[in-house]
Nanobody, 118 residues
Framework: QVQLVESGGGLVQAGGSLRLSCAASGRTFSRYDMAWFRQAPGKEREFVVDIWSGGSTHYADSVKGRFTISRDNAKNTVYLQMNSLKAEDTAVYYC????????????WGQGTQVTVSS
């Protein structure tokens, strides 16, 4: 079982930055693929970015060049650095984990609210 706890959300003005963190339980964190998803009010949850256990990253077009995902396996933590924030980035951001490439993202955190004021 993997437990995920996000932190770092808040209110920021458009053009500003935030860094989200996601701390994971378990001794095999380095083997997990990790991802960030988000859900805006009235919309479906959408993929933002992921980082695989080998380090490769994949970004949604809407955040390319503005968001950066990274991981620290020694701290069992994945980060999402968000720059040049826009009002449309306002959402609840969720951290997710999967234990293998062929598995779905089955482990989820509780989410952290990010609000960007225009």
């Amino acid at each position: 079982q993997v437990q995920l706890v996000e932190s770092g959300g808040g209110l920021v003005q458009a053009g500003g930055s935030l860094r989200l963190s996601c701390a994971a339980s378990g001794r095999t964190f380095s083997r997990y693929d990790m991802a960030w998803f988000r859900q805006a009010p009235g919309k479906e949850r959408e993929f933002v970015v992921d980082i695989w256990s080998g380090g490769s990253t994949h970004y949604a077009d809407s955040v390319k060049g503005r968001f950066t995902i990274s991981r620290d396996n020694a701290k069992n933590t994945v980060y999402l650095q968000m720059n040049s924030l826009k009002a449309e980035d306002t959402a609840v951001y969720y951290c997710a984990a999967r234990t293998a490439f062929t598995h779905p993202y089955a482990y989820w955190g509780q989410g952290t609210q990010v609000t960007v004021s225009s």
